[in-house]
């Protein structure tokens, strides 16, 4: 297996965040003026098979902050660290769907944490600058307004910049910015989602879907659809573009 290619990056992401973490506490707090923010760890999500934690730490690793609050509108915050490793759309620059999804896991987790139990119904995504990776982003979230079972989000993605003096800071200008509409379950619904804190914890005894599966089910899948959709040239357009897209980078 190659070696992670994110080292340098990844002590820049440690760097940053002892910027923020008050490493006085066990809890991993950040502490700024007005308010706590506390960590919340990928372990008190119990069996939750996330998809943003099965990315490994050379493609995309992040820490998750929430604030504890009260008496304001709680935020939460991601600091993360993207790779290199796969990480590409455009040759050369971090996937759209990858700053959209962290902009989604912090709206998301923000709605979760204020108590909402609410599914992403739509997701906006401006995306103002290009980004490269290995790159560190801080994504800052926030609820806009709630009416009913509506609540509305919105992130903004900042790069984590080293300045000429090897000071971490966070760019003024933006990345991307997302906003977002969550629906709260319907309570007649809300009984068939396991949510993490009533799943079984380890020794589950709901069968995990095997990778062996998974292949065996795409390629029933693929040729399914090869055979009603695809005319047979089109197999051979993504490869072909493809080696004329790297040929041209
Ligand atoms: C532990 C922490 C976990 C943190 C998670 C991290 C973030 C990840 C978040 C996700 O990835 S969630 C997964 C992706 N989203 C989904 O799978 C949701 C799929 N869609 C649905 O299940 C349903 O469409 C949905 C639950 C969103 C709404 O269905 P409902 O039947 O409950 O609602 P309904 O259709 O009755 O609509 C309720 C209201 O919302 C409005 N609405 C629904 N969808 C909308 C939409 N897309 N845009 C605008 N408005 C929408 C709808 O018009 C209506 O407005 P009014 O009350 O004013 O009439």
Redesign the pocket.
């Known amino acids: 297996m190659s070696a992670p290619q994110v080292g340098v990056h990844e002590s820049r992401t440690d760097a940053y965040l002892a910027l923020l973490v008050n490493n006085s506490s066990s809890d991993n707090n950040i502490s700024t003026s007005s308010r706590t923010v506390r960590e919340v760890s990928y372990q008190d999500?119990g069996r939750s098979a996330n998809f943003t934690r099965a990315q490994g730490a050379e493609r995309l690793d992040y820490r998750l902050f929430v604030s504890d609050d009260e008496t304001e509108h709680p935020t939460a915050h991601i600091v993360a660290q993207i790779g290199t490793d796969g990480t590409e759309g455009v040759p050369g620059f971090v996937h759209g769907g990858l700053t959209s999804t962290l902009a989604?896991?912090a709206?998301?987790?923000l709605a979760?944490h204020a108590g909402y139990k609410a599914?992403?119904?739509?997701l906006n995504v401006d995306f103002r600058a290009p980004l490269s990776p290995p790159a560190c982003v801080v994504v800052d979230a926030k609820i806009e307004k709630t009416e009913?079972?509506?609540v509305y989000l919105s992130a903004d993605v900042f790069e984590v910049q080293e300045m000429q003096d090897g000071t971490l800071a966070r760019s003024n200008d933006v990345v991307a910015e997302a906003t977002s509409?969550f629906?709260v379950?319907?309570k007649a619904?809300e009984t068939a989602v396991t949510?993490?804190d009533t799943a079984p914890q380890n020794g589950a005894s709901t069968p995990r879907v095997t990778n062996d599966d998974i292949r065996d089910h795409t390629s029933t899948c693929v040729a399914s659809v090869r055979e009603t959709l695809f005319s047979p040239g089109w197999s051979t357009i993504e490869k072909d573009y493809l080696k004329t897209v790297w040929a041209s980078t």
């Open positions: 999500w989604d896991t709206m998301g987790n979760w599914f992403t119904a739509n009913g079972r509506k509409l629906i379950m319907d619904k949510t993490p």
